[in-house]
C-alpha cells in the first residue's frame, strides 16, 4: 500500500427516529443563522420539513431557506446559494436531501467564505480551499456518499462540465433509514447502483494483492448486492434502506481508497454524458459499466475473478472464464434491478445522437490508474455500443 493520512471528518448519527435528537444537539455548534438547503417539494410534502424546523424553533435559530436544487447540480445555483448566504450573514449550512443538496453547499460552504471564484480557483490555479462555513446533512437519499466527504460533483453548464469540486465536508451526518421512505423506487435503486460502482471503481484501480483495501470494497460489494435483492423484494424494507445508507457511506468516505490509485473511468464518462443530458447518474453508469469492463476485463482477469466469485458467486475454477463470467453477472445484475441497459433507454434533456456522443467522448476525463487506458476514440466507440 502507498502512503497515506487519514481522518474522519464527519459524526454519524445512525438509525430509526434519530434525527430530532441528533439534529438539537448539532445546532448547539452551527451559530444563530442556518441555511437549510434542500431540492424540490416532496421534503415539505412528506413532512421531514416540518420535523427540522421543528428543532430550529426549539433551539431558536433563525433559518434561511434556500431550495430548488436540482438533481445534477449546477455551478450557477451554488453561486446562487452563496450570494444568498452572504447577504444574510448565514452562519453555517444545513443540507437536507440527497447527494445533489449536498454537493452544492459544499461549494456555497467554501465559496461564501471567499471572494475568488471556486471554479477557476480550484480546476485552473489548483488552489483547494481552506476555509468554510460549518456544514452539517441530513440524508434523505442514498447513494453518493456525499456525507462523508469534502468532495462535490459539479455541472458548469456554460462549458457543459460535469465534474468534481473540493467543497467543505459535513461536520456531522444525519442517516435515518425512515427519511427514504418516499423516495421513488427506481431513484432508490439507481442510488444504490452507484454505491455499489464506487467501491467496484475503488476496487479495479492499481493496487498490490491482497490489501485491505480491496476487501473491504468487496464486502461493500456483496453487501450492497444482497440488500439491493431485498429491496427489490420489498421496496419498504427499513433494515435493507439502513444497511445501504451505512454502505453508500462506507463507499465514499475514503476507507476504500486508502493506500491506492483509484479507477473511476466509468463515472468520468458518466458525469460527460450527464452534462450534456442531465440524465439519471446511476442509470447512466448502469449503462456505461458492463461496455468498459469487457474492454478491462482481459488485463485484469484475476481481480475481476475474485470479484466474481466473491459478489455474484461465480464458481468457474479458471480465472479468465471466472473473470468473463462475473462481467456477464454483473450485467444480469443490472437487468434484474429494472434498470436501463441502453442509452436510449434514459430520461434526457436532448436527443442522444452519435454527434452528442462525439462530444461526450472529446470532453471525458482519461483516467490512467484503471486495467485499461482508453483513447477518446475508445470512448466514442464504447459509447456508440450502448446506444
Known amino acids: 500500500m502507498m502512503h497515506f493520512d487519514f481522518s474522519f471528518p464527519t459524526r ?5 427516529d434519530v434525527l430530532e435528537r441528533a439534529l438539537a444537539s448539532e445546532l448547539a455548534n ?7 438547503a434542500y431540492g424540490g417539494s416532496s421534503l415539505k410534502e412528506n413532512g421531514v420539513f416540518d420535523r427540522v424546523t421543528n428543532v430550529f424553533d426549539a433551539a431558536g435559530k433563525r433559518i434561511v431557506e434556500f431550495g430548488g436544487v436540482t438533481p445534477n447540480p449546477t455551478y450557477a445555483k451554488a453561486q446562487e446559494g452563496t450570494a444568498l448566504a452572504r447577504a444574510e450573514h448565514v452562519d453555517a449550512v444545513l443540507a437536507v436531501g440527497g447527494g445533489s443538496v449536498i454537493d452544492c453547499c459544499k461549494i456555497i460552504s467554501v465559496q461564501a467564505k471567499t471572494p475568488d471564484d471556486i471554479w477557476k480557483l480550484e480546476l485552473e490555479q489548483r488552489v483547494l480551499p481552506e476555509d468554510g462555513l460549518p456544514l452539517g446533512a441530513v440524508v434523505t437519499a442514498s447513494g453518493t456518499g456525499a456525507e462523508m466527504n469534502a468532495g462535490a460533483v459539479i455541472t458548469n453548464e456554460a ?27 427506481m431513484q432508490v435503486i439507481s442510488g444504490a447502483f452507484d454505491t455499489f ?7 479495479f484501480g492499481a493496487s498490490d494483492a491482497d490489501n485491505p483495501s480491496d476487501s473491504i470494497a468487496l464486502a461493500v460489494m456483496q453487501n450492497t448486492v444482497a440488500n439491493i435483492r431485498r429491496l427489490l423484494a420489498d421496496i419498504d424494507d427499513t433494515d435493507a434502506r439502513g444497511n445501504l445508507m451505512w454502505d453508500s457511506a462506507m463507499a465514499e468516505n475514503g476507507l476504500l481508497k486508502l493506500g491506492r490509485a483509484t479507477d473511476f473511468q466509468a463515472h468520468q464518462i458518466e458525469h460527460q454524458l450527464g452534462a450534456f443530458t442531465d440524465c439519471n447518474h446511476g442509470q447512466g453508469l448502469a449503462i456505461i459499466h458492463p461496455a468498459y469492463y ?17 459478489v455474484f458467486g461465480v464458481t468457474a475454477a479458471d480465472d479468465q472464464a471466472a473473470a468473463s463470467d462475473a462481467v456477464e453477472a454483473l450485467s444480469a445484475f443490472i437487468e434484474e434491478c429494472g434498470l436501463p441497459t441502453k442509452l436510449g433507454q434514459l430520461r434526457s434533456r436532448v436527443e442522444i445522437t452519435p454527434e452528442l456522443l462525439r462530444r461526450v467522448a472529446d470532453t471525458t ?17 464504447m459509447l456508440l455500443e450502448c446506444l
Open 12 to 16: 454519524v448519527h445512525f438509525g430509526i
Open 30 to 36: 452551527m451559530g444563530n443563522t442556518v441555511m437549510l
Open 159 to 185: 462549458i457543459s462540465i460535469k465534474t468534481g469540486l473540493l467543497g467543505t465536508a459535513p461536520g456531522f451526518a444525519i442517516l435515518d433509514p425512515k427519511l427514504t421512505i418516499t423516495v421513488p423506487r
Open 197 to 203: 460502482s464506487h467501491a467496484m471503481e475503488t476496487y
Open 294 to 310: 469487457r474492454r478491462a476485463v482481459a488485463a485484469a482477469s484475476s481481480k475481476f475473478a475474485r470479484l466474481g466469485r466473491t
Open 365 to 381: 476525463n482519461l483516467v490512467t490508474s484503471g486495467p485499461v487506458r482508453l483513447s477518446r476514440d475508445d470512448v466514442y466507440d
